[in-house]
């Protein structure tokens, strides 16, 4: 038979322990919630780096038909001064200038896609990310379950 004081300590410790099961799983659980908020503002900030990246694109592809037009125009101008804007030689000079500002624009396209798809893959991690934090936080939840379900088997032999 046990004592009253130590079925009251038994209690005690009862009752601090289902105190602190019910804590940690709290505080694992905010732990889980600050992790998927951390997630969230990085994905915010890969949107805007995407954004940037897009406008910067935008800009760059904008910039090489300006620099073919200029260059167009340039060629023209030199062959009218010279007399020879009928001349094959500045047809094969325009079109130099078209094929190498479209293959400018190229690079710039395909430098576009494959940033695209690393934002795209930097996506999915963070959402393989946010649904492991939310698992985290029902890992916690069932650790303070299993912590209170403890603490009742220990108080079920003092009675």
């Known amino acids: 038979m046990v004592s009253p004081v130590g ?16 804590q940690a799983s709290k505080y694992a659980h905010q732990e889980a919630q600050i992790e998927k908020d951390k997630l969230a503002n990085e994905q915010l900030q890969d ?5 940037a990246m897009e406008l910067s694109a935008d800009r760059q592809q904008k910039e090489q038909v300006r620099q073919m037009q200029v260059s167009r ?3 023209l101008a030199a062959g009218q001064a010279s ?5 094959s030689g500045l047809a094969g000079a325009q079109a130099g200038t078209s094929g190498q500002g479209n293959v400018n624009r ?14 795209d893959l930097n996506d999915m991690l963070n959402s393989l990310k946010m649904s492991e934090a939310g698992i985290e936080a029902k890992k916690s939840d069932a ?7 403890g603490g009742l088997m220990k108080a079920g032999g003092m009675v």
């Open 83 to 87: 007399g020879g804007q009928f001349s």
């Open 106 to 119: 190229l690079g710039i396209s395909q430098s576009l896609q494959f940033g695209e798809k690393m934002f």
């Open 73 to 75: 125009s340039m060629q």
């Open 7 to 22: 079925m009251g300590m038994e209690a005690v410790g009862f009752g601090l322990e289902l105190y602190g099961g019910l």
């Open 47 to 51: 949107n805007t780096r995407r954004a």
């Open 143 to 149: 650790a303070g379950i299993s912590a209170i379900g």
